[in-house]
């Protein structure tokens, strides 16, 4: 058995912690801090009240006011820690408040009121997730139309991408035909041409389709995508060769060799493209920015840039929201980072 | 069929949907032959790719040569190439407020600094991380996860997050004040807006850069570096003799892959600044997106020049980024 | 079931031609071995039959039928290949349904078929499981059943023994005797191995550089093979070949010894021309002999035994004999050869009758 401590020693390389390793890890740290805490700070903030929102400097922690019920008041009174005149200390409730003097009861003995000056007093708070912040816009403002939007933009795209990709993939693989290099070489053509330089004529196009405000405006320009298709042609093309001449051989259909060969032996490719056209499209703003006019038709993103534009930016609505359009990546990136990641190390595109 | 019913139903499911075209494409196949069927497996491919990449690089040149302000090309007379020389009527090339168009020229000059600046910050700290990562450390796999995951997130929620902390009472000026500072107005004032911008856009897209950079260097053998150590090579010379020329050509890919993406950025910065303040942070793109979608009378025609320079501009990019990598194939 | 008829088939990639005018008919229920060292075009000439490749010049011909443009799925032919193509992601019931689905046969068809295939490959007890889960010789019978459930005209096999261990690639080749006997389908196989040729086949056809050297029963071309390629193709060890000068009518040369044969009555004194002569057809002869060859290897398998040695200019000469021998390294023997089974090739090649 080796010893706790001996473990903790234990390294990669067995010698002495060199200079440059502390400083390796010193970076690292730091790039813990940088790259976390901004979104760990973000989480925390959509959690706080409006009013602890308001405080500076910032509590770390969403914390929220106590209260408790008084018999012979309606609504909970809000609690405070209250310094008397003698020096000892109690919590007593708030009544309320008449310029800088505050009405306090005992709750154990609401009959008496006790009067002090605000600055005696001090709210007495606890840890408290506020959930109205995510609750109010997805049921008052439009945030839940936004948020199904996003979903149905996002599943039906990856849906149309996988399919009309696979099937181009399965052509430029399985398949020799006359004019297949050219088809090859207009889908990597398609890789110059990113749509910063053709917004205006790709949303004429969706305009003269009659599709303006409409999701599909969204959803079908991105749809076909050469990554897609090469990366699905690259894993096809490892398939034996046999087996598709199996299949011929088994009298299938070329829609049969497709869908019950083809595809169920690319699901690890399939996967990968999935991920990508997730991200794609929870994360897409530029294009839906251009196209999507009319709030109903608002995605996610571009109701979050529209809401922080407002002249007054209701922070702690924005935050929440904010936290809505990270939770699909952030399970993403929990769950399947290392697809993505080795996705990446593949095609050298994402 | 005994285990399982609920996996074996969705796997039914499935292939009731995966045969629906079946009968549709095997009568096609037989009127065509099964020799043509890639022809209509590529067809929706093409299709999607014809519609809305081929004709529209077609509609933005015609559109760059006609003027007015309806949409469709039949109501939109032809200028000729007077949106050129829209764009380009300067009296100093130098100074932007002497063009007509100079919100154009703001946009270049300024996505032109936003791209030296950025590229140059982006290769370093991506490289330094690599490096970092490439040594023998703990938890590798989790530090590379931490600099990557930001790649993952939206433009919009990568602003936010950041808008959040630089706002007037936000964490940093609460940070500032608390050393005794007084609270900056970050994207109010030009100078810390850019700053903003550039920090903001590295910390977004640093973690793809670095994912190529480590794969660059994880190829690199390692007896080079035990034949260096035996040599008693120093640890800095290591650096400069072996790791970098070996990591030249990954370094190349990166640093055309973060132009490219720099002269077209958009998204962060739009979230973050709008443009502003003023116009300190207006890039070409958000020119072009203006210009055609968010102002009073949109300028279509203007717009598709604008972009048919810029994508001119990325052209040449582009090539430059494969005479390098062909060059490198070759030695 | 059908018979098969190849006229004048050819085949070429761009200006690589590996297919030249090859005709053959494969009588209905016949088993056909094409064989030939590996680029002799036998792969290609069979999936040229099977369809996945089209002819580039010829006829194919099915029951009379031309299929010559044909796809490889309305021929009606079933394959089994080298690498035996089992869908890995299907069970082995579904792999062996999978045409019979396409085919849009009744259910309750396609389950008869599955059931009497597997019944008669022994398959029943891996029905539920994926190929990866099967030994190499389970997966051959998966690939063999997927064949027979179709009921085709004609089974194509290409090599499909050589994924199998020695051992088994000896028991399989058995069951694919027996099944041949059994359901006697027309069978077209293609092998780099003779002995899977020999023991296998009703007919041979032996190919070279795609063109068919020789078409025969597997004792014809042991027998009376058409010329030295088929005659060093066929058997095991190797045919001895020993190059021989006609001297006088009916008379060879070799080295210093000379002695009579009959096919060499169509040889002028001075042609050059071959010997050749099998292993086994080679005797000891203690006292003179027709030849001495110097020993310089023996290697006794118990039951028989081989010794290799070399004759006085040079030639190597490999013998067979049964039983046990004295002989040792570096003896010198005498050798007869015996008459009726020497065969001598002319200096083309060609055997001389």
């Given at each position: 058995?080796m010893s706790?401590?001996?473990?903790?020693?234990?390294?990669?390389?067995?010698?002495?912690?060199?200079f440059?390793d502390?400083?390796?890890?010193?970076?690292l740290?730091?790039g813990?801090?940088?790259?976390f805490g901004?979104?760990?700070?973000?989480?925390?903030s959509?959690?706080?009240?409006?009013s602890?929102?308001?405080?500076f400097?910032?509590?770390?922690?969403?914390?929220?006011?106590?209260s408790?019920?008084v018999?012979?008041?309606?609504?909970?009174?809000p609690?405070y820690?209250?310094t008397?005149?003698d020096g000892s200390?109690r919590?007593?409730?708030?009544?309320?408040?008449?310029?800088?003097i505050?009405?306090l009861?005992?709750?154990?003995?609401?009959?008496?009121?006790?009067?002090v000056n605000?600055?005696?007093?001090?709210?007495?708070r606890h840890?408290?997730?506020?959930?109205?912040?995510?609750?109010?816009p997805l049921?008052h403002?439009n945030?839940?139309?936004y948020?199904w939007?996003?979903?149905?933009?996002?599943?039906?795209?990856?849906?149309v991408t996988?399919?009309i990709?696979s099937?181009?993939?399965?052509?430029l693989?399985i398949?020799e035909?006359?004019?297949?290099?050219?088809?090859?070489v207009?889908?990597i053509?398609?890789?110059m041409?990113?749509i910063t330089?053709?917004l205006v004529?790709?949303f004429?196009?969706?305009?003269e389709?009659?599709?303006d405000?409409?999701?599909?405006?969204v959803?079908?320009?991105g749809?076909a995508t050469p990554?897609g298709?090469f990366?699905l042609?690259?894993?096809?093309?490892?398939m034996?060769?046999?087996?598709?001449?199996?299949?011929?051989?088994?009298?299938a259909?070329?829609?049969?060799?497709?869908a019950?060969i083809?595809m169920?032996l690319?699901?690890?490719?399939?996967?990968?493209?999935?991920?990508?056209s997730?991200?794609w499209?929870?994360?897409e703003?530029?294009?839906?920015?251009?196209?999507?006019?009319?709030s109903?038709t608002?995605?996610?993103?571009?109701?979050l840039n529209a809401?922080?534009?407002d002249l007054?930016?209701?922070?702690?609505y924005l935050l929440?929201?904010?936290v809505?359009a990270?939770?699909?990546?952030a399970?993403?990136?929990?769950?399947?980072?290392?697809f993505?990641t080795?996705?990446i190390?593949?095609?050298?595109?994402? | 069929?005994t285990t399982a019913?609920a996996s074996n139903l969705?796997?039914?499911?499935?292939?009731f949907?995966?045969e629906?075209?079946?009968a549709?494409?095997?009568l096609?196949?037989?009127?065509?032959g099964?020799?043509r069927?890639a022809y209509?497996?590529?067809?929706?491919?093409i299709?999607f790719?014809?519609?809305f990449?081929?004709?529209?690089?077609?509609?933005?040149?015609?559109?760059?040569?006609?003027g007015g302000?309806?949409?469709f090309?039949?109501?939109?007379?032809?200028?000729?190439?007077l949106?050129y020389h829209?764009?380009?009527?300067?009296k100093?090339?130098y100074?932007?407020s002497?063009?007509?168009?100079?919100y154009?020229?703001?946009?270049m000059?300024?996505?032109?600094k936003f791209t030296?600046i950025?590229?140059s910050?982006m290769?370093?700290?991506?490289?330094?991380?690599?490096?970092?990562?490439?040594?023998k450390?703990?938890?590798r796999?989790f530090?590379r996860?931490?600099?990557?995951?930001?790649?993952?997130l939206s433009?919009v929620?990568?602003a936010?997050?950041w808008?959040?902390i630089?706002?007037?009472?936000g964490?940093?000026?609460?940070a500032?004040?608390?050393?005794?500072?007084?609270?900056?107005l970050?994207l109010a004032d030009?100078?810390?807006?850019?700053?903003?911008a550039?920090?903001?856009?590295?910390?977004?897209?640093?973690?793809f850069?670095?994912?190529?950079?480590l794969?660059g260097?994880?190829?690199?053998p390692r007896?080079?570096y035990?034949?260096?150590?035996m040599d008693g090579?120093?640890?800095?010379?290591?650096l400069?003799r072996l790791?970098?020329p070996?990591?030249?050509?990954?370094?190349?890919?990166?640093l055309?892959?973060v132009?490219?993406?720099?002269?077209?950025t958009f998204d962060?910065?739009?979230?973050?600044t709008?443009?502003g303040p003023g116009?300190?942070?207006?890039?070409?793109?958000?020119?072009?997106?203006?210009?055609a979608?968010?102002?009073?009378?949109?300028d279509y025609g203007?717009?598709?020049?604008?972009?048919v320079?810029?994508g001119l501009?990325?052209?040449v990019?582009t090539?430059?980024?494969?005479?390098?990598?062909?060059?490198r194939?070759a030695? | 079931?059908a018979a098969l008829?190849l006229?004048?088939?050819?085949?070429?990639y761009?200006r690589?031609?590996?297919l030249?005018?090859i005709?053959?008919?494969?009588?209905?229920?016949?088993?056909?071995?094409?064989v030939?060292?590996?680029?002799?075009g036998k792969?290609?000439?069979?999936?040229?039959?099977a369809?996945l490749e089209?002819?580039?010049d010829?006829?194919?011909?099915?029951?009379g039928?031309d299929?010559?443009r044909?796809?490889?799925?309305?021929r009606?032919l079933?394959?089994?290949?080298?690498?035996?193509?089992l869908y890995?992601?299907?069970s082995?019931?579904?792999?062996?349904a999978?045409?019979?689905?396409?085919?849009?046969?009744?259910?309750?068809?396609i389950?008869?078929?599955?059931?009497?295939?597997?019944?008669m490959?022994r398959l029943?007890?891996y029905?539920e499981?994926r190929?990866?889960?099967?030994?190499g010789g389970?997966?051959?019978?998966v690939?063999?059943g997927?064949?027979?459930?179709r009921?085709?005209?004609?089974?194509?096999f290409?090599e499909?023994l050589?994924?199998?261990?020695a051992?088994?690639?000896v028991a399989t080749?058995?069951e694919?005797?027996?099944?041949h006997?059994?359901?006697?389908?027309?069978m077209?196989y293609?092998?780099?191995d003779?002995?899977e040729?020999?023991?296998?086949?009703n007919?041979?056809?032996v190919?070279?550089?795609?063109?068919?050297e020789?078409i025969?029963?597997p004792?014809e071309?042991?027998n009376?093979?058409?010329?030295?390629?088929?005659a060093g193709?066929?058997?095991?060890?190797?045919?001895n070949?020993?190059p021989v000068?006609?001297a006088?009518?009916?008379?060879?040369?070799v080295?210093?010894?000379?002695f009579a044969?009959?096919?060499?009555?169509?040889?002028?004194?001075?042609?050059?021309?071959?010997l050749g002569?099998?292993?086994?057809h080679?005797?000891?002869?203690?006292?003179?002999?027709?030849?001495?060859?110097?020993v310089?290897?023996?290697e006794?398998?118990?039951?028989?035994?081989?010794?290799?040695g070399?004759?006085?200019?040079?030639s190597?000469?490999t013998?067979?004999s049964e039983?046990q021998s004295?002989?040792?390294?570096g003896?010198k023997?005498?050798i007869?050869?015996?008459r009726?089974h020497v065969?001598?090739?002319?200096a083309?090649?060609?055997a001389l009758?």
């Amino acid at each position: 058995m080796m010893s706790p401590l001996a473990l903790l020693r234990q390294r990669r390389n067995p010698g002495r912690i060199g200079f440059s390793d502390v400083l390796a890890y010193i970076y690292l740290a730091v790039g813990v801090f940088l790259m976390f805490g901004p979104v760990v700070w973000l989480v925390l903030s959509s959690f706080k009240t409006r009013s602890n929102l308001d405080e500076f400097p910032p509590t770390f922690l969403p914390l929220a006011q106590q209260s408790v019920a008084v018999k012979g008041y309606d609504s909970k009174l809000p609690l405070y820690n209250v310094t008397m005149p003698d020096g000892s200390k109690r919590v007593l409730a708030q009544v309320r408040r008449i310029g800088v003097i505050s009405q306090l009861v005992d709750p154990a003995a609401p009959q008496t009121i006790i009067k002090v000056n605000m600055d005696k007093r001090t709210a007495l708070r606890h840890l408290g997730l506020d959930w109205h912040n995510y609750e109010h816009p997805l049921r008052h403002f439009n945030f839940g139309r936004y948020l199904w939007n996003s979903v149905f933009v996002t599943v039906v795209a990856t849906l149309v991408t996988l399919l009309i990709n696979s099937m181009a993939a399965y052509a430029l693989s399985i398949h020799e035909f006359r004019g297949k290099n050219f088809f090859l070489v207009a889908v990597i053509a398609t890789l110059m041409v990113p749509i910063t330089i053709i917004l205006v004529p790709v949303f004429v196009v969706v305009n003269e389709i009659g599709l303006d405000n409409s999701l599909w405006a969204v959803i079908l320009p991105g749809a076909a995508t050469p990554t897609g298709v090469f990366l699905l042609r690259q894993y096809m093309l490892t398939m034996p060769r046999e087996l598709i001449e199996a299949a011929r051989m088994d009298k299938a259909s070329e829609w049969q060799i497709y869908a019950r060969i083809v595809m169920p032996l690319a699901l690890p490719a399939l996967a990968v493209l999935t991920i990508f056209s997730v991200m794609w499209r929870w994360n897409e703003f530029l294009w839906p920015l251009v196209v999507l006019s009319k709030s109903e038709t608002y995605t996610l993103q571009i109701g979050l840039n529209a809401f922080q534009g407002d002249l007054q930016t209701q922070w702690n609505y924005l935050l929440a929201m904010t936290v809505v359009a990270l939770i699909p990546i952030a399970l993403v990136f929990v769950f399947l980072q290392r697809f993505i990641t080795s996705g990446i190390a593949n095609t050298g595109m994402k | 069929m005994t285990t399982a019913p609920a996996s074996n139903l969705l796997a039914r499911l499935g292939r009731f949907i995966a045969e629906l075209p079946g009968a549709p494409m095997a009568l096609v196949e037989r009127v065509i032959g099964t020799s043509r069927m890639a022809y209509v497996f590529i067809l929706p491919n093409i299709l999607f790719f014809g519609l809305f990449v081929f004709l529209p690089i077609g509609i933005d040149i015609y559109y760059s040569f006609t003027g007015g302000t309806a949409l469709f090309p039949s109501q939109r007379p032809g200028v000729g190439g007077l949106q050129y020389h829209y764009l380009a009527d300067c009296k100093n090339f130098y100074d932007p407020s002497s063009c007509r168009e100079d919100y154009f020229w703001r946009g270049m000059w300024t996505s032109l600094k936003f791209t030296l600046i950025q590229v140059s910050v982006m290769v370093l700290v991506s490289l330094a991380t690599a490096l970092v990562l490439n040594m023998k450390i703990r938890a590798r796999g989790f530090f590379r996860a931490v600099y990557f995951f930001p790649v993952l997130l939206s433009p919009v929620v990568v602003a936010l997050v950041w808008k959040w902390i630089l706002q007037p009472q936000g964490l940093l000026n609460a940070a500032i004040v608390g050393m005794g500072g007084q609270p900056i107005l970050f994207l109010a004032d030009a100078g810390w807006a850019m700053f903003w911008a550039i920090f903001v856009s590295v910390w977004a897209h640093t973690g793809f850069y670095t994912l190529i950079l480590l794969a660059g260097l994880q190829a690199i053998p390692r007896d080079i570096y035990e034949a260096a150590d035996m040599d008693g090579t120093r640890p800095l010379r290591q650096l400069v003799r072996l790791t970098l020329p070996l990591l030249w050509p990954n370094l190349l890919v990166v640093l055309v892959l973060v132009t490219i993406r720099g002269v077209q950025t958009f998204d962060e910065v739009f979230a973050l600044t709008g443009g502003g303040p003023g116009t300190a942070t207006m890039m070409i793109v958000q020119y072009i997106y203006t210009t055609a979608f968010a102002s009073q009378v949109p300028d279509y025609g203007l717009a598709a020049a604008a972009s048919v320079v810029l994508g001119l501009l990325l052209l040449v990019l582009t090539l430059t980024q494969l005479w390098l990598t062909r060059r490198r194939g070759a030695t | 079931m059908a018979a098969l008829e190849l006229h004048s088939i050819a085949k070429a990639y761009g200006r690589v031609s590996v297919l030249h005018d090859i005709s053959l008919a494969v009588a209905d229920g016949e088993f056909v071995v094409l064989v030939g060292p590996s680029g002799c075009g036998k792969s290609t000439l069979l999936r040229v039959i099977a369809g996945l490749e089209s002819a580039s010049d010829g006829q194919i011909r099915l029951d009379g039928q031309d299929v010559t443009r044909l796809a490889a799925a309305e021929r009606g032919l079933a394959m089994v290949f080298q690498s035996y193509a089992l869908y890995p992601h299907m069970s082995v019931r579904q792999n062996i349904a999978f045409a019979l689905e396409n085919m849009r046969l009744p259910k309750a068809e396609i389950a008869r078929r599955v059931q009497s295939a597997s019944e008669m490959l022994r398959l029943e007890p891996y029905l539920e499981r994926r190929p990866g889960a099967l030994s190499g010789g389970q997966r051959q019978r998966v690939a063999i059943g997927r064949a027979i459930v179709r009921d085709p005209k004609i089974f194509l096999f290409d090599e499909p023994l050589s994924n199998l261990d020695a051992e088994l690639r000896v028991a399989t080749r058995k069951e694919l005797a027996a099944l041949h006997a059994r359901i006697g389908g027309t069978m077209i196989y293609v092998t780099h191995d003779q002995v899977e040729a020999m023991t296998l086949a009703n007919r041979i056809v032996v190919l070279r550089a795609g063109r068919i050297e020789q078409i025969g029963t597997p004792l014809e071309l042991y027998n009376q093979p058409c010329n030295e390629f088929v005659a060093g193709f066929i058997g095991s060890p190797r045919m001895n070949f020993i190059p021989v000068t006609a001297a006088e009518a009916g008379q060879v040369q070799v080295g210093a010894a000379r002695f009579a044969l009959a096919a060499a009555g169509a040889l002028a004194a001075g042609d050059k021309a071959t010997l050749g002569i099998r292993p086994e057809h080679i005797d000891l002869a203690p006292q003179g002999g027709d030849l001495e060859v110097e020993v310089n290897l023996i290697e006794q398998l118990g039951g028989e035994t081989f010794v290799y040695g070399v004759l006085g200019d040079g030639s190597e000469v490999t013998m067979r004999s049964e039983g046990q021998s004295a002989i040792k390294r570096g003896d010198k023997v005498g050798i007869s050869l015996q008459r009726q089974h020497v065969h001598l090739f002319g200096a083309d090649g060609l055997a001389l009758r």
